[in-house]
């Protein structure tokens, strides 16, 4: 069997947990570090990543993804990650800052509407197309500058994950919410962009002899 990695050249994974995912509220643009538990998984996360032909290293600007990225980095013996804006959270709006409990108090329906897909942006936030066009644009920028076919894992957030999945099309797997650490695979050639199946934090913490638990 060819695994999809294989022929691929982009790894983009969620964050790990940040202080405000242990207490479930909406991040967007804001910009908490990640908890103690966040900085565990990353290290336990980081040996399992060593066989999968990563040579570089990209994150978004805020500091949950940032500090995700350095630690990986780090672990792998790679340059310091780069940093681009581009690959930041969706804004969330009104939403921002809010449990999942209050948010559904707040706005029903507009809820029910977003997680039947039938909402383009939070009230407030950035549209799905809005994240798509930034996002892209950054992988077609720094994926195909890494040298020698190896992969560059790119450090993001699980609501541009979900964005990218609403716009693009995937392999007919579970798509939607993403634990942190959790991601998917994509090739990027000629300013087009194809996305593999998911990335499971777990596999590759398992072969290497780590019990990855995310959130």
Do not use: C, K
């Amino acid at each position: 069997m060819i695994h999809f990695w294989a022929m691929t050249n982009a790894l983009l994974i969620r964050h790990a947990q940040s202080t405000w995912n242990a207490e479930s509220r909406a991040q967007g643009w804001s910009d908490p570090p990640l908890s103690e538990a966040g900085v565990a998984q990353v290290y336990r996360l980081a040996p399992g990543l060593a066989g999968l032909g990563i040579g570089g290293v990209a994150s978004s600007d805020l500091v949950r993804a940032r500090t995700t990225a350095g630690i990986l980095a780090g672990s792998l013996g790679l340059a310091p990650p780069s940093i681009d804006a581009r690959l930041r959270e969706r804004e969330l709006g009104w939403w921002t800052g809010h449990t999942g409990e209050e948010t559904e108090a707040g706005w029903p329906e507009e809820v029910a509407a977003w997680r039947a897909h039938q909402l383009d942006r939070p009230p407030g936030g950035e549209s799905t197309d809005s994240v798509t066009r930034r996002v892209t644009a950054a992988l077609v920028d720094l994926v195909p500058g890494l040298a020698g076919g190896a992969v560059l894992l790119l450090v993001t957030h699980g609501g541009v994950i979900s964005a990218l999945e609403r716009r693009l099309p995937h392999p007919p797997d579970r798509s939607g919410a993403h634990p942190n650490l959790s991601g998917r695979w994509a090739a990027v050639a000629g300013g087009e962009i194809t996305l593999g199946s998911r990335f499971d934090p777990a596999s590759v913490a398992s072969a290497a002899g780590n019990r990855l638990e995310t959130d």
